[in-house]
């Protein structure tokens, strides 16, 4: 059973614009939400991240809005640029278990020039 | 700042081969070490989690015959590929865990088997 999911699973968007990236999770006990961004031969790297206490987490362009009571979150990037083409992973992990993290297979972001 | 090193960064090895990769924290003292793994066209799969000084916790599907787990210090940890078949051919990625419970990711060691 897949317990973090995202969708789409590609997502191809014009510069300017603003891309929404799905996640969705299974396990009501996870309390920490880290979003990873990783480029072509690379290895995934931090890029933001949420706790339950707050539904919304800003960072420049990138925001995380988060629904407790449905399970579910999103990343917004607003103003796209070619430079954000990446694969994003949600994930998810629980407390004290922080090493524990469960990833989501990952959006294909794809941005246009 | 906080770094992590992976070595090889990537290898070749042949069927039924071993072999063995390195984690290394540099800046902070790594109190865990969680191994992951992506595949090619799938996510990241926790093999393990190695904490000093307490017994290596291997997920459903890892085993520690197949990826047995060193992690002699608060900097440094390795696991091997054991009997490497072409389904273990991946990314191999080390989290280092700090006391704060903020995971560093190093740059993973990509193991191609033939």
């Known amino acids: 059973q897949q317990q973090v999911r995202q969708s789409p699973q590609s997502l191809t968007v014009w510069e300017g614009e603003t891309a929404i990236l799905n996640c969705s999770y299974e396990d009501s006990t996870f309390d920490y939400f880290p979003w990873y961004w990783q480029f072509p031969r690379e290895s995934p790297a931090l890029l933001i991240a949420?706790?339950?206490?707050?539904n919304k987490k800003e960072d420049g362009r990138f925001t995380i809005f988060f629904n407790k009571r449905e399970k579910k979150l999103s990343l917004h990037i607003t103003d796209s640029q070619p430079g954000d083409s990446a694969t994003y992973f949600c994930?998810?992990?629980?407390?004290?278990?922080?090493?524990?993290?469960?990833f989501g297979k990952g959006t294909h972001l794809h941005v246009l020039p | 700042g906080a770094l992590v090193y992976q070595y090889p960064r990537r290898t070749i090895c042949k069927s039924g081969t071993s072999m063995r990769m390195e984690c290394q924290a540099v800046g902070f003292q790594a109190t865990s070490v969680a191994w992951y793994r992506q595949s090619p066209q799938k996510t990241f799969e926790l093999i393990a989690l190695s904490t000093v000084n307490s017994a290596i916790k291997y997920e459903q599907n890892f085993t520690q015959e197949k990826f047995p787990i060193s992690h002699p210090n608060l900097s440094f940890s390795s696991m091997t590929v054991l009997n490497a078949y072409l389904e273990d051919r991946g990314l191999y990625l080390c989290?280092?865990?700090?006391?704060?419970?903020?995971?560093?990711f190093g740059p993973g060691t990509r193991l191609l088997v033939l």
């Open positions: 994930a998810a992990s629980r407390g004290t278990n922080a090493y524990k993290v469960i």
């Open positions: 989290g280092a865990l700090t006391g704060k419970n903020t995971q560093y």
């Open positions: 949420i706790r339950p206490v707050s």
